[in-house]
């Protein structure tokens, strides 16, 4: 089925089916009446679900939904798993999304006024893990099914192997697998011409034919295993459920060569397909085989891309593969479980001597006998019995594990692993293991045999004759393997501190190999993808385990490169004697969804680059640079661990990335460390880290504005901090600020209309220049709400434009609030002889004129689209202004900031001198005084623009409070001017009085000589003061 219906209604004569839940591999679907106009009031929602291990990825055919600023109206969300990313307009045409799991959901809600074509949508599900994926073998040479360069295979003396494949065609001669390096083949498994199948190991060729033929491959996918071990010589072959061993006694003691290179086929390789081939450097038991599973991971290599190169083209997915999909195996569907109280017949046995087997994963030890033959003697035993899990333990094994499946014994998650609790058979001891301390700071305190021992060691063993041997951490593979299958959940803050201390326990005993390396980046990419508040505790010690496991890692090769889905790691030897510089860098490719470190070139399209210079190791004395052989490099695609909201108000804004040299602590370096790292939004989550801007600088050259590069002096971790206000503020401004700008609009049209309209109000030079100052108020807010509606629109040319009336509109209403108070001075400081011919001209011509010839000056590509997103690109936004800083700043900024300061000491001057002259007339109360001295106050700020000058103080603990007074105050200027020097002006209510009103509000025209008398009287007292006429 493609899809299953929520709910169907019927609106304007078409179906409307807008809630369903969509699992086919593919399809598409559409807004309501699409390709017609979508209905009003609607709110429907799509979910997308594909199997595990597959992502959904869909793709806008067509979309054209009403356009607004943040997408506040008719908007389409997109919840990818991790974030919703809303979209309107047409910014989405042609956009492929992926999910980050196996869930996508897509909703759309539409209001009550405009409605558009809606949009239509393809959905397919397209799989992100190997595992559900077959490859086919290559057939020409040039093309191979190789291990990555990166994936170091071991010296082998056994191993065992297994695989599914499906035969196309059958050839005489066919090779499966190869191992070589250069032209001689290591381990080689295939069919040769008249001698049937045989596997070639280390030079020797055993022949398979008893236990193997070339027409047990079929078309059908079937499982398969090889093993061998040079101690026998025997080859175990396990096909159809049954287990032959085959003699090969010619390549008993023989080894194989580690370093080289496995691919799939060869010279004549198998027609087909293969799929989950894994790779064991240990002999499978026949028991072994038989309860192997999809989730046992390969030691040696597994199925996953973070071991195979693979091309895209020999790459098909089949949804009907055995191991396509994870299944977890929870405690309540195991078919093992048998009651606590079950009592059955055991033999007694002498006892040799006993293991204690420590699992470092759960810090207990556990008892077993070693037995003699079969005895004569039996008796009856209660079985262990561990919570959750009730298991019957054989006795004639030592092999058994007590906790052989570690993620059924763990239900609910880690957090009920310290539950772990059972009841053993005990046995008479022939005397105590005296106290004493073995190497690796092991201290084994007095115990009998049989006790169980709370020691942080994988594995130690107390034997019959009571001495403790030395300490042996040989299934610390086996522990990290476990630990990376029991945190794919989210984890709490006791289950993070807990795994964070097991791993650290393991990087201080065991050895680690790029496998063990490899599974432990695993587990740390698991706990990463847990809550800021359970990474919150453990975060330092977490970061400080990171660093420790770089520096154990023991590889072969120039190049060592370990992937997960939230960190990477990459380490690179090189000589100190002859280093010249070097640079990592992290990218995602296509074809997997992991991050990947390059480390010989400059990669294109990069999340973040560090370049190192050939300096780097000037500061170290000859012996500190001497012991160096290796330069590490750290990407964390997912920043839980660092996320700080810091007291100035910035935020983690990008990934972040460490490099270091060995554990040298570098720093004071004489040429700068070049980190480049791409942004990521302004608003992240709190947490826990530590941000410190000491030693590195902003390079603004090479700096976009979707990219920053930094100059560092040391090596650390690195990260972009930028400042932001939270999402549901930046919501609130930037509704204050267009509501605020179109209001402001209206009244400044009004303004202008009405000075334009009444020839007697704009006799006097302050009514001339208010006219001014309001049409380039007008002009400034009608382009500003204009930008947000264009910006997303595909026109270069008309964003530029935008970006340039806008541009040069605000310079222009600085340079009129800057005019009148020049006029202010004239009228009030030089009251006498203050006659300037043609002085409005003049004044138009700074006005306006200047700045029309700078702005047409200025460079065309300083100006174009800039983007503002919130959180994971939720609610993005562009904008058209000024992309280049240097004009931004010289002509903004810096021409603002001279502005404002001169309309401060002219504000000061005019209101001691309106305070001084009103103070002199005695016919009000000092109440009428007071109001009137705060109404000019009030009114000359506006006029002058002096809230403009609360951004100066937008910063620190009082940013967000001066946020809001700007965003409110400047928004509404043409309100204000239009209240205090319009609408309450007596001669413009006279006019408005006079022409506009009807009936009783109407004044009647005075057109006799007392009218003239009182007109004449009202010109010579704005003459007389032409200042105070224009504030009060």
Known sequence: RSSVTMSQVFLLGCQVDCNQVLVAPEGSFSSPCYPRDYPKNQACRWTLQAPAGFVVQITFLDFELEEALRCIYDRLVVNTGSNNVSFCGLTANGLSLNSTGNFMEVSFNSDFSVQKRGFNISYRQVAVALRNQKVTIPQSAGKTVKLLSHVAMPALTQFSICFEIARTSQKADETIFTYSEQNTVLISFGQSSGAGMELSVSGVTCPLGAALSASDFTSAMKPFC??????????????????????????????????????????????????????????????????????????????????????????????????????????????????????????????????????????????????????????????????????????????QSALDNAEALAEGGPSQMHNLAGTFVRFNTHENCEAESSPLSYKWSESKPTVTQFLPSPLDQCNYTSFWGPADVKNAAEVASDLAGMTNNNLSTEDVSMVVTKLKDIINVAKINSTLASTMVTIFSNVMTSSNTALATSSEMMLKTVDELVLKIEFEGTFLSITSKNLALGISAFNSSSFNGTSFSAYIPQVISLPQINFESSQQNSLATVTLPSTLLSNLSFVEADVLSRINFMF???????????????????????????????????????????????????????????GCSLSRSKSTASRTVCLCNHLTHFGILMVGASDKNNEALTFISYIGCGISAICSAVTLFTYIAFEKLRRDYPSKILMNLSTSLLLLNMVFILDSWLAPLKADGLCISMAAFLHFFLLTTFTWMGLESIHMYIALVKVFNTYIRRYILKFCLVGWGKWLVIVVSVDRNFYGKLNYQKDNGEDSSQFCWVKDPVVFYVTCVGYFSVIFLMNVAMFIVVMIQICGRNGKRSNRTLREEVLRNLRSAVSLTFLLGMTWGFAFFAWGPVQLAFLYLFCIFNSLQGLFIFIFHCA??????????????????????????????????????????PLIAHVI
């Open 226 to 399: 090889l093993t061998w071990s040079s101690l026998s010589g025997d080859v175990g072959v396990y096909v159809n459920g049954n287990h032959k061993s085959v003699p090969c006694s010619n390549s008993i003691g023989r080894s194989i060569k580690g370093g080289a290179t496995f691919q799939l086929g060869g010279k004549t390789s198998f027609d087909g397909f293969i799929y989950n081939f894994r790779m064991w450097d240990f002999n499978f038991t026949t028991l072994e085989l038989k309860a192997l599973t999809c989730d046992t991971i390969g030691n040696v290599f597994d199925w996953e891309y973070t071991f195979w190169d693979v091309q895209p083209a020999h790459v098909q997915t089949d949804s009907t593969l055995s191991c396509s999909k994870y299944v977890h195996h929870r405690s309540s569907l195991l078919t093992n479980m048998v009651n606590a109280s079950l009592s059955v017949n055991v033999c007694i046995l002498p006892v040799l001597h006993y293991i204690m087997l420590c699992i470092i994963l759960y810090s207990k030890c556990f008892s077993y006998p070693d037995i003699s033959p079969p005895p004569k003697k039996c008796t009856t035993m209660t079985s262990a019995v561990i919570p959750t899990l009730s298991r019957r333990h054989s006795l004639d094994s030592r092999r």
């Open 636 to 694: 964390f695609n997912n920043t839980g661990l660092f996320q700080e909201k810091t007291d100035n108000g910035y935020f983690l804004n990008s990934y972040v990335v460490a490099s270091s040299m060995g554990n040298q602590s570098i720093n004071n370096l004489q040429d700068p460390v070049e980190i480049d790292i791409v942004h990521l939004s302004p608003k992240v989550l709190e947490a826990h880290g530590g941000w410190n801007s000491g």
């Open 984 to 1025: 309450l002006k007596e001669n413009v209510q006279k006019q408005w009085r006079r022409y506009l009103c009807c009936s009783r509000f109407r004044l009647p025209d005075n057109s006799g000589k007392a009218g003239r008398a009182a007109e004449l009287r009202y010109s010579f007292r704005l003459e007389d003061s």
